[in-house]
């Protein structure tokens, strides 16, 4: 039986108990003598319903996660005796081989006979597990559905309890988002601490070099891999740099320009428009970088003798800057009109120009706001991955000149990760490694950012 | 007296007319930062479309085909299986063949041969499939066809390699240059409408690639991620605005939430591939995986969304539902939040907007793979349109560039009819309390 079955079923069952409660309780009402229900017959109806399908849902979850142990543990225990030393990588192999072939992959057709008897067991054991999961939810259902349906009484608190129910299921929603942050920081710790097992947090935060090709061979040349994320964080640090040059100023101008000089029609026009920047996805800058920017500049230091690489720093940075833009601007936007009017109307009275007011007194008190919104810009710039991954540069230079390729933590990551590599190698572990930095360092400046922000809001308000 | 007020006037006029001139600069580099945000917009916008309109027609070759029996249906049983198995290409090889007898050295007639797509043959399968049922002496017959040339010769037609450069210099030798003019001349040659740049999958002929497989993954993609986020999305706003008290706790939740919305997108494509597909075992490239990687990282800005809608909606209403005796859920569930509703839409579709454009987590979780089918459901191997962008910006063939811009100029239509219809909702449904 397939799974997407036993849902539907469970959620015809849901509609069934709804309306069945929902009817009874209409019935009941309806008896000459009977006294004036607590709750609507609708919340008879969702109580039903709630106490049916719930705890099917959990046990249903439950299941899913548990079963594919379960159909591991016989398929492997129903191979033959020489399976019984191979060692766990093998047996995943060949337990993915019989999983294949049961679901006629086309390229796992010409197996073996222990193979296919394996797959004779693995879709005996699938069958007997939905049986019972099928016949385990039926019996709980009709069990279920009996208690609740023996409660509807004119005198039942219906009504609360389903509030009740609904609150609780309000305050599961809201703790995905911790689940999220909690399985982020475990999932990526997790891998982190595997890699450093092999290689020491010192070598890796202070390492001058970067050469994660770990060999094939033992003997082969420089198969020793080097996991020095410094020239990483350089390049990180000089690309995110050189975009927050490009968009500090011009951001915070362009929100200065809107927010004080602007009329509200060239406002009402020229903010969405710069809008439609932010909604550019990244993977169009990233495009726009390596054939439009990339190329252009070192056509430029081509023709003044400047070694321009084709993956500059210079070029990426800026493309990156264009990017930030919007972010720098809106953000800015939203801190300077909260600025209230009377600290402006005060500094013209005392007889200040417009831009006078503003440097000297606008921009002061919404210091902290921008501060803010830098930062958080900042971050942004730290993460950006489109971008770097397809302009920047692969090898790991140590350098503070714009017009050399530099390479990010966010490329390393791509670059490990996406393409063919067995799970346990350092090399692949080091992408995870660079995960925890880049995000406990987001993080910080996250919430840094977002507490400046929050406080220079509440100092307003 | 009068000479130092005069004098004072003069310091003090200098001095005005020198903070009007700063007042002027610094408007000027205000108005100035906006036009180059503007201006680069615009040049975005015309890169984009100068490169990217050309893919919407390629260059179709009129050749007069013959439907040889010996090659399509030897056995002479118009057996519709056995004739799938023909040698269609060999018919088009045919017609180049009689259209350029001249051409007989080995390695020129491969040459000559390369001015057409696969895809022709393809073609003409279809039609003689097509055919023979209703019509079984449509075999024997001749008949000409705009068919599919391939991209080297739809990057000539269109004027994209140079003719004038050296032939070293050049993907096209001389001699097919020769033969594309020759075609040109007596016009067999025409740019039609490019139907495999929508219908088709991802293909290493640049004329027969296409965006469709990569824009239903996205859409499978969307739908797992709505159908995710949005409810969790709104129920933790509700719980957050509406019944849980101020404590750490739900301070707690809510630093938690804006951190999240600031997290790089990389970094939910490590939790997707650490968790969802090393530990749960879920299927690489699946748009399932991809929809709740999109879904975690799109569920803040839900939230965040529709929290403000929450707080539009004034405390009197909240009040008159308790006051005629309402209890708590039924004033939220009955009466504000059909008042947030739109917001929390508005909210929803701006974030879906931006799952639509992500591609970075999706790197991460291997749906990067080259996809030529379709996907049936969102459980096929897929890639999205954001990833076949990357995918193909990064191959060097010329065709391939014009196919980027135009798929790029696809995603922001759609992206920009989300945002459109985002607007449009607020709009319509913009109250004044």
């Given at each position: 039986?397939?799974l997407s079955t036993i849902l539907f079923a469970i959620a015809g069952l849901a509609a069934?108990s709804y309306?069945?409660?929902?009817?009874?309780?209409?019935?009941?009402?309806?008896?000459?003598?009977?006294?004036?229900?607590?709750?609507?017959?609708g919340y008879?109806g969702a109580y039903?319903a709630f106490?049916c399908v719930l705890p099917l849902l959990l046990?249903f979850a439950a299941?899913v996660v548990?079963?594919?142990?379960?159909?591991?543990?016989?398929?492997?225990?129903?191979?033959?005796?020489?399976?019984?030393?191979?060692?766990?990588?093998?047996?995943?192999?060949?337990?993915?081989?019989?999983?294949?072939?049961?679901?006629?992959?086309?390229?796992?057709?010409?197996?073996?006979?222990?193979?296919?008897?394996?797959?004779?067991?693995?879709?005996?054991?699938?069958?007997?597990?939905?049986?019972?999961?099928?016949?385990?939810?039926?019996?709980?259902?009709?069990?279920?559905?009996?208690?609740?349906?023996?409660?509807?009484?004119?005198?039942?608190?219906?009504?609360?309890?389903v509030e009740k129910a609904i609150e609780y299921l309000f305050i599961a929603a809201s703790l995905v988002a911790i689940l999220t942050t909690i399985g982020i920081f475990?999932s990526?710790?997790?891998?982190?601490?595997?890699?450093?097992?092999?290689?020491?947090?010192?070598?890796?935060?202070?390492?001058?070099?970067?050469?994660?090709?770990?060999?094939?061979?033992?003997?082969?040349?420089?198969?020793?891999?080097?996991?020095?994320?410094?020239?990483?964080?350089?390049?990180?640090?000089?690309?995110?740099?050189?975009?927050?040059?490009?968009?500090?100023?011009?951001?915070?101008?362009?929100?200065?320009?809107?927010?004080?000089?602007?009329?509200?029609?060239?406002?009402?026009?020229?903010?969405p428009?710069?809008e439609i920047?932010a909604g550019i996805p990244t993977v169009?800058?990233?495009?726009?970088?390596?054939?439009?920017?990339?190329?252009?500049?070192?056509?430029?230091?081509?023709?003044?003798?400047?070694?321009?690489?084709?993956?500059?720093?210079?070029?990426?940075?800026?493309?990156?800057?264009?990017?930030?833009?919007?972010f720098?601007?809106s953000?800015?936007?939203?801190?300077?009109?909260?600025?209230?009017?009377?600290?402006?109307?005060?500094?013209?009275?005392?007889?200040?120009?417009?831009?006078?007011?503003?440097?000297?007194?606008?921009?002061?008190?919404?210091?902290?706001?921008?501060?803010?919104?830098?930062?958080l810009?900042?971050?942004r710039?730290?993460g950006?991955?489109?971008?770097?991954?397809?302009?920047?540069?692969?090898?790991?230079?140590?350098?503070?000149?714009?017009?050399?390729?530099?390479?990010?933590?966010?490329?390393?990551?791509?670059?490990?990760?996406?393409?063919?590599?067995?799970?346990?190698?350092?090399?692949?572990?080091?992408?995870?490694?660079?995960?925890?930095?880049?995000?406990?360092?987001?993080?910080?400046?996250n919430?840094?950012?977002l507490?400046?922000?929050?406080?220079?809001?509440?100092?307003?308000? | 007296?009068?000479?130092?007020?005069?004098?004072?006037?003069?310091?003090?006029?200098?001095?005005?007319?020198?903070?009007?001139?700063?007042?002027?600069?610094?408007?000027?580099?205000?108005?100035?930062?906006?036009?180059?945000?503007?201006?680069?917009?615009?040049?975005?916008?015309?890169?984009?479309?100068?490169?990217?309109?050309?893919?919407?027609?390629?260059?179709?070759?009129?050749?007069?085909?013959?439907?040889?029996?010996?090659?399509?249906?030897?056995?002479?049983?118009?057996?519709?299986?056995?004739?799938?198995?023909?040698?269609?290409?060999?018919?088009?090889?045919?017609?180049?063949?009689?259209?350029?007898?001249?051409?007989?050295?080995?390695?020129?007639?491969?040459?000559?041969?390369?001015?057409?797509?696969?895809?022709?043959?393809?073609?003409?399968?279809?039609?003689?499939?097509?055919?023979?049922?209703?019509?079984?002496?449509?075999?024997?017959?001749?008949?000409?066809?705009?068919?599919?040339?391939?991209?080297?010769?739809?990057?000539?037609?269109?004027?994209?390699?140079?003719?004038?450069?050296?032939?070293?210099?050049?993907?096209?030798?001389?001699?097919?240059?020769?033969?594309?003019?020759?075609?040109?001349?007596?016009?067999?040659?025409?740019?039609?409408?490019?139907?495999?740049?929508?219908?088709?999958?991802?293909?290493?002929?640049?004329?027969?690639?296409?965006?469709?497989?990569a824009t239903v993954g996205s859409f499978y993609m969307l739908i797992v991620t709505l159908a995710l986020s949005f409810p969790l999305g709104v129920a933790t706003a509700i719980y957050l605005e509406e019944f849980a008290?101020?404590?750490?706790w739900t301070d707690l939740i809510e630093v938690n939430i804006n951190n999240l919305a600031a997290v790089p997108s990389i970094v939910f494509g490590l939790l997707g591939l650490?968790l969802f597909i090393?530990?749960f075992?879920l299927p690489?490239q699946a748009p399932v995986v991809g929809g709740l990687v999109l879904s975690l990282m799109t569920l803040p800005v839900i939230i965040i969304a529709s929290r403000a809608a929450l707080t539009a909606v004034p405390?009197?209403i909240r009040?008159?539902a308790?006051?005629?005796?309402a209890s708590r859920m039924q004033t939220v569930l009955h009466h504000v939040l059909p008042l947030a509703l739109p917001g929390m839409l508005t909210g929803t579709i701006i974030g879906m907007a931006r799952a639509l454009g992500e591609s970075a987590p999706l790197l991460m979780i291997?749906m990067?793979?080259?996809?030529?089918?379709?996907p049936d459901s969102p459980l096929d191997?897929a890639t999205a349109l954001p990833v076949?962008?990357?995918?193909?910006?990064?191959?060097?063939?010329?065709?391939?560039?014009?196919?980027?811009?135009?798929?790029?100029?696809v995603l922001l239509a759609f992206l920009l009819l989300m945002n459109l219809t985002a607007v449009l909702l607020r709009k319509r449904f913009e109250r004044?309390y």
């Amino acid at each position: 039986m397939e799974l997407s079955t036993i849902l539907f079923a469970i959620a015809g069952l849901a509609a069934l108990s709804y309306v069945a409660g929902r009817q009874r309780a209409i019935l009941v009402g309806a008896r000459d003598a009977a006294p004036k229900f607590h709750s609507l017959p609708g919340y008879h109806g969702a109580y039903l319903a709630f106490w049916c399908v719930l705890p099917l849902l959990l046990v249903f979850a439950a299941w899913v996660v548990l079963e594919p142990s379960f159909l591991r543990a016989s398929v492997l225990a129903a191979l033959p005796s020489e399976f019984a030393t191979a060692s766990g990588d093998e047996l995943s192999l060949t337990y993915n081989q019989v999983r294949n072939f049961v679901e006629g992959s086309s390229v796992a057709q010409n197996v073996s006979a222990d193979i296919a008897a394996a797959a004779d067991v693995y879709t005996a054991a699938l069958d007997n597990s939905r049986l019972l999961l099928a016949w385990l939810l039926g019996g709980m259902a009709v069990l279920l559905f009996a208690i609740a349906w023996r409660r509807i009484a004119p005198a039942f608190r219906a009504r609360n309890l389903v509030e009740k129910a609904i609150e609780y299921l309000f305050i599961a929603a809201s703790l995905v988002a911790i689940l999220t942050t909690i399985g982020i920081f475990v999932s990526v710790l997790f891998e982190a601490i595997r890699f450093f097992q092999q290689v020491s947090v010192f070598d890796f935060l202070f390492g001058l070099d970067w050469s994660p090709q770990t060999a094939i061979r033992e003997d082969q040349v420089g198969s020793s891999g080097a996991f020095g994320a410094v020239p990483l964080f350089g390049g990180t640090l000089l690309i995110s740099g050189i975009a927050m040059l490009v968009a500090a100023p011009v951001g915070l101008m362009a929100a200065i320009y809107l927010s004080e000089y602007a009329s509200p029609r060239l406002r009402n026009y020229a903010k969405p428009m710069l809008e439609i920047l932010a909604g550019i996805p990244t993977v169009v800058y990233g495009y726009f970088a390596a054939l439009t920017v990339g190329p252009l500049l070192r056509g430029v230091g081509d023709s003044l003798n400047l070694p321009v690489s084709s993956e500059s720093a210079l070029g990426v940075g800026l493309v990156m800057g264009i990017m930030i833009i919007p972010f720098v601007s809106s953000l800015s936007d939203d801190v300077i009109n909260a600025v209230p009017q009377s600290l402006r109307d005060g500094s013209y009275g005392l007889g200040a120009t417009q831009s006078e007011t503003i440097r000297q007194v606008v921009l002061p008190a919404a210091l902290p706001g921008i501060v803010g919104a830098l930062l958080l810009a900042i971050s942004r710039a730290i993460g950006e991955t489109m971008i770097v991954v397809m302009a920047a540069g692969l090898s790991a230079n140590l350098t503070v000149n714009p017009l050399d390729s530099v390479t990010t933590v966010t490329v390393q990551i791509v670059t490990l990760l996406t393409g063919d590599q067995e799970f346990d190698s350092a090399k692949t572990l080091s992408a995870f490694a660079l995960g925890l930095v880049l995000f406990l360092v987001t993080l910080l400046l996250n919430v840094i950012a977002l507490n400046v922000v929050r406080r220079y809001r509440e100092q307003y308000e | 007296m009068t000479r130092s007020n005069s004098d004072l006037k003069a310091r003090v006029g200098a001095g005005i007319r020198r903070r009007y001139w700063h007042e002027r600069v610094f408007r000027a580099l205000g108005f100035g930062a906006l036009l180059v945000g503007l201006a680069f917009l615009g040049f975005f916008f015309y890169t984009l479309i100068a490169t990217g309109y050309t893919a919407l027609r390629q260059t179709r070759v009129l050749l007069e085909i013959e439907y040889r029996a010996e090659t399509l249906d030897p056995a002479g049983n118009r057996d519709l299986a056995e004739i799938r198995q023909a040698d269609f290409q060999g018919l088009v090889r045919d017609a180049l063949q009689r259209r350029f007898p001249e051409v007989t050295e080995r390695n020129s007639r491969r040459e000559l041969f390369a001015l057409m797509s696969e895809g022709a043959g393809l073609e003409l399968r279809n039609r003689v499939l097509d055919r023979v049922p209703g019509n079984p002496d449509f075999i024997g017959t001749t008949e000409s066809l705009w068919l599919l040339a391939a991209a080297d010769t739809d990057m000539v037609v269109k004027g994209h390699i140079d003719r004038a450069v050296d032939e070293s210099l050049r993907r096209v030798s001389d001699a097919q240059l020769g033969w594309i003019e020759a075609l040109e001349a007596d016009g067999s040659v025409a740019l039609r409408f490019n139907k495999y740049f929508f219908t088709g999958g991802n293909s290493s002929d640049p004329e027969l690639a296409g965006i469709w497989a990569a824009t239903v993954g996205s859409f499978y993609m969307l739908i797992v991620t709505l159908a995710l986020s949005f409810p969790l999305g709104v129920a933790t706003a509700i719980y957050l605005e509406e019944f849980a008290r101020k404590n750490r706790w739900t301070d707690l939740i809510e630093v938690n939430i804006n951190n999240l919305a600031a997290v790089p997108s990389i970094v939910f494509g490590l939790l997707g591939l650490s968790l969802f597909i090393n530990t749960f075992g879920l299927p690489r490239q699946a748009p399932v995986v991809g929809g709740l990687v999109l879904s975690l990282m799109t569920l803040p800005v839900i939230i965040i969304a529709s929290r403000a809608a929450l707080t539009a909606v004034p405390p009197s209403i909240r009040d008159a539902a308790l006051a005629v005796g309402a209890s708590r859920m039924q004033t939220v569930l009955h009466h504000v939040l059909p008042l947030a509703l739109p917001g929390m839409l508005t909210g929803t579709i701006i974030g879906m907007a931006r799952a639509l454009g992500e591609s970075a987590p999706l790197l991460m979780i291997g749906m990067v793979a080259f996809i030529v089918d379709v996907p049936d459901s969102p459980l096929d191997a897929a890639t999205a349109l954001p990833v076949q962008v990357y995918l193909w910006a990064e191959l060097p063939e010329r065709a391939f560039v014009e196919r980027t811009s135009a798929a790029i100029l696809v995603l922001l239509a759609f992206l920009l009819l989300m945002n459109l219809t985002a607007v449009l909702l607020r709009k319509r449904f913009e109250r004044r309390y």
